[in-house]
């Protein structure tokens, strides 16, 4: 870790923690990720990869907002958007994942990728996560790109 953004960083996903410390030292010893429940301090809403990449690149050229933090599973092709919670919400698409509450999701330390898991945009500490309204117009927008350009690619 090596500034004060990462320690903030650290300090905040492992809050989610059962037990922050014993989730700090298990990143701390390099074993990877720790699981951590969806639902009190944020959501995560999963999509496939090309489409979150896309949706992150337009979520950049918003001018006033600074994308929360964004995950990414190269194994699973998957880009995870951290939101606030919502009990009630419902993410509806093709390849759209919703975990919230009851969920849990493997997460590698703020400060270095673990395995195929990597931050995108790691957490800041801050609490600042993605805006729901703004993250479903960039997906809007990526998916509408994606749909134009796939029969361009099929070819």
Same mark, same amino acid.
């Given at each position: 870790?090596?500034?004060? %953004?990462?320690?903030?960083?650290?300090?905040?996903?492992?809050?989610?923690?059962?037990?922050?410390?014993?989730?700090?030292?298990? =990143?701390?010893?390099?074993?990877? #990720? %720790?699981?951590?429940?969806?639902?009190?301090? =944020?959501?995560? @809403?999963?999509? +496939?990869?090309? &489409?979150? @990449? &896309?949706?992150?690149?337009?979520?950049? !050229?918003?001018?006033?907002?600074? +994308?929360?933090? #964004?995950?990414?599973?190269?194994?699973?092709? !998957?880009?995870?958007?951290? @939101?606030?919670?919502?009990?009630?919400?419902?993410? %509806?698409?093709?390849?759209? !994942?919703?975990?919230?509450?009851?969920?849990?999701?493997?997460? +590698? +330390?703020?400060?270095?990728?673990?395995?195929?898991?990597?931050?995108? %945009?790691?957490?800041?500490?801050?609490?600042?996560?993605?805006?729901?309204?703004? &993250?479903?117009?960039? @997906? !809007?927008?990526?998916?509408?790109?994606?749909?134009?350009?796939?029969?361009?690619?099929?070819?």
């Amino acid at each position: 870790m090596t500034s004060t %953004v990462s320690m903030q960083g650290v300090e905040w996903l492992a809050a989610a923690a059962p037990d922050p410390r014993a989730c700090k030292r298990e =990143w701390d010893r390099g074993h990877g #990720t %720790v699981l951590l429940e969806a639902g009190r301090y =944020w959501d995560v @809403l999963s999509v +496939p990869a090309q &489409l979150g @990449l &896309l949706t992150l690149d337009i979520l950049w !050229r918003v001018p006033v907002d600074v +994308p929360g933090p #964004t995950l990414m599973d190269s194994a699973a092709q !998957r880009v995870g958007f951290f @939101l606030p919670p919502d009990p009630v919400s419902r993410w %509806v698409g093709s390849g759209i !994942r919703h975990a919230g509450r009851g969920s849990w999701v493997s997460v +590698p +330390p703020p400060y270095r990728p673990a395995g195929l898991l990597e931050w995108i %945009v790691p957490p800041d500490g801050t609490g600042a996560l993605h805006i729901p309204a703004t &993250l479903e117009g960039a @997906l !809007r927008r990526a998916n509408g790109t994606l749909a134009v350009l796939e029969p361009v690619i099929c070819e």
